[in-house]
């Protein structure tokens, strides 16, 4: 039956239970900002707690530390998870964007090494994709991955490397072959951060956090076994990253319906000396909230029909960080004077949060390939209009 | 938990979208907007003869006993088409409503008329003033908030009301103090009456999609085929971004209209926020694509010889039909901000169902 907006008794079931686990293991008080040392530790410490719940990455083969969930019980966990307001998930890099294409692209050693401690929360991975060269062109990429005997000689530098600051591995995409131009001879390589050769320096956010950083690769060695995929496949599989899944998965609906409601609540609080005109505002963030949750379970059900996603992944991605900062935006406004508060202002209250999910918005139309780059794929891909002069890769962070 | 359309529904909407491709040629149109139009009979015969106006009777009453979610992508092709016959208000509007009132039998003996086009109805609604009418009509559907009269032809007096989209052939009507009673008054009316304006906001939603598609498509292919400046506008970036917007929104837009259209027959406070957010989501999208399209067809999309405007003037005069934007605001923003719909990431489905 078409257009069978209803949950399954088996889902039903699966959101109980969820419900019941999130209210008594998630932390009571909010963890310090995974962008620094000590926020680090406490996420790392909440993705532990989540694998022993079994929850780590519900999606995945029961053998990798999964439940064998479908795409629709994913979106169902989400939404529990939001409304629980749990931590931010510190290994989304690995469980979100490399996962998938392990289980795509990995042998059955490299997923039976990976995999289980990703889940599990023991292993937190950073992406290596951007250069100081190769940004928005990312197959403009220099460092060099020089075969010796078994191991790969990385030389080279990184950066704007969500999460390396304090990350255990790192995934990247590395020239191979100095011959091979643009998106030829390059290969997907998985590195450990903590290794000699390999040097990291976090970089201040706007927020004063190191929440990325660079990587230098001065020399570092690391086993053949590490490349994920063939030698020279390594666009391919960066392409397949940012392919299929990942248009569902880097921003699940719920993260954005709990920010709507939130803001609903902060209207309802603010009102009286508010500008009637943001009550449009508001309630296009509910709006958009809403229908993004809608596009995801029309996404979803069409891959569980055996359908794929392509180019759609940039519509979402240009969807969701635009109303997410339109969102917060709205917030801040709402705010007025408290909206500058910092946490130790006695008047701040719940502004903060506010402070920080904007700051967090700001950077969502750059990440994850900008999104002019988006519109640039949607007209070219989607559209079927011509391409200017220079050969397109793929964009993203 | 099934956001797929079946094989059965889409090939029922591309047989109509043949069919309204050869009805609603560009030239079939510029005849229409030229007042010389000589296929209107045609027209309604041919969609007669594909069964469109009988998509949501029970088949003993001629129909083809199918529900709303399969009419919406039949709406949405109608508003691809631009199509100049108010299918919409005939089948998608006032057959579910006859059929409701059937137990009156004045609308009981009208059903099979209406399912074969031999009854033409308009449907006049507060929220929908100006009716657009079939030619021939034969009878009024007239829906107060809280009473419903069926009138014939003859014993109304339509003061007609040109619209600047010549498909749309609109009338004004009021009830005179003569009118027979009503098929149906108090809250059996109310529940009814809502229904109509749920079904007339959901379609013409649906039919914002199939304009917003059109004119998306028109401009995509005017982009690739004009050039200046040596290469064709749409290789430049400032083309490329307003129309990825258009598509963005659109695409945004749909999954909204078809899961409101599961609740077109409910009438509770999440039912008619999902109802409003449809129509807002698709009039939007629709206004988007059409000065979007403007804007890149230039002088050209300005000028009568170009089709666009035939779309452009559709989405327009839909933007205000049932429910026009202050409506569905001041409706979803009291309904949303004021607490009457559930919050939150578990909210979006209809708990209840």
Redesign the interface.
Known sequence: MALDLKFTPEQRQLRAEARAWLERHVPSRPLHTLEGAQGFGEHREWERTLARGNWGMITWPKEYGGRGANLIDWLIFEEEYYRARAPLRVNQNGLFLLGPVLMEFGTAEQKARFLPKMAAGEEIWAQAWSEPQAGSDLAAVRSTAVREGESYVLRGHKIWSSRAAFADWCFGIFRTDPSGARHRGLTFILVPLKHPGVRVRGIRQIHGEPGFAEIFFEEARVPLTNRLGAEGEGWHIAMTTAGFERGLLLRSPARFQAAAQRLIELWQRERAGADPALAARVLEAWMDAEAYALNTYRTASRLLAGGSIGVEASLNKIFWSELDLKLHQTAMTLLGARAELLATAPDAGDAPQWLEGFMFSLAGPIYAGTNEIQRTLVAERLLGLPRAGVGHGLYLH | ??????DE?RMMSSAFRALSEELCAPEQLRAVFEFRDEAAAERWLRLADLGLFGVLLPDASGGMGLED?DFVLLAEEAGRAALPEPLIEQAGVAAPALYELASDARAARLLEGVARGKVRIAVAHPLNPYANTPHGVTHWLLSGDAAIHLLEAWQVKPTAQPSIDAGRRLFGIALDANAPEPLASGSAARTIAARIANRGALYTAAQCLGLAERM?ALS?EY??AREQFG??I????A???E???V??KL??????V??A??RAADTDAQALAAIS?AK??ATDAAELAARTALQVHGAMGYSWEVDLHFYMKRAWALAGAWGDRSFH?RR??SL??G?AVA????????RS?
């Open positions: 938990m099934d956001f797929t359309f079946t529904q979610a998306l995509c982009a690739k290469s064709p749409g290789s430049y970036q083309i490329k971004h129309l990825a917007s598509a963005v695409e945004f837009a749909r999954p909204v078809y899961a259209v599961t957010h807002l989501a605001a979803l923003e949303v901000l607490g919050l939150g990431p578990d909210a979006t489905f209809h169902a």
